[in-house]
């Protein structure tokens, strides 16, 4: 058994069960090991509960460069919008184990977190956000899918209608109020 082996098995652990349910005991459980034996790999619960962000940073991150590249604007945040939607239903407990904010002596961690928010300002630059304004928008953004993945994987969505069309029309919404002329302006 190595470090890698036992996040392999957090990672199993909680996108089957849930972040919550991964602890030292049902990790030793599943890993056929006394839980003593995880510090070897890892500082406790915390430590296994970071290395659980730093791959959901790191697997986010991956995936919305992906679908980004060659792209610009709609068709770029389009993707990177689908890519998180993507992401959070493949792997429901990586996917909130990234939703930490790091600790503030924590480096890497903000450097995982921050490598993401490039991408999303980068392709927000693209309709001439600047300052706070393409970090507000940045926020929206994320407010906006994690709102949607949240509300899916709960499945709040009941009525017969296309989740993916859903989907699209209210990125389209959020784009068409980036294009606004009063988008990031303040009102006089």
Known sequence: MDTQTV???????????G?????LASLAKCLNVKPPSLYNH???????????TLRGLREAYARITRAAVGLAR???LIAIAAAFREFAREHP???TAS???????????????????????TVL????????????????????VH?????????AFGLPLDLDESFRRLLRAFIAGLQSPSSGSPSP
């Open 147 to 155: 709102g949607f993945v949240s509300l899916e994987a709960a499945g």
């Open 19 to 23: 972040l919550e349910a991964v602890t």
């Open 99 to 121: 939703l930490r904010a790091p600790a503030p002596d924590d480096a890497e961690h903000a450097a995982a977190g921050n490598e993401i928010v490039a991408v999303v300002v």
């Open 7 to 17: 996040i392999d098995a957090a990672t199993e652990l909680a996108d089957r069960e």
């Open 125 to 144: 630059a693209g309709y001439g956000l600047k300052g706070d304004d393409v970090l507000h928008a940045t926020r929206g953004v994320r407010a906006l």
């Open 93 to 95: 407990g990586l996917y």
């Open 42 to 52: 890892l500082d406790g619960l915390e430590g296994v509960r970071r290395a659980l």
């Open 74 to 76: 709609d068709d770029a």
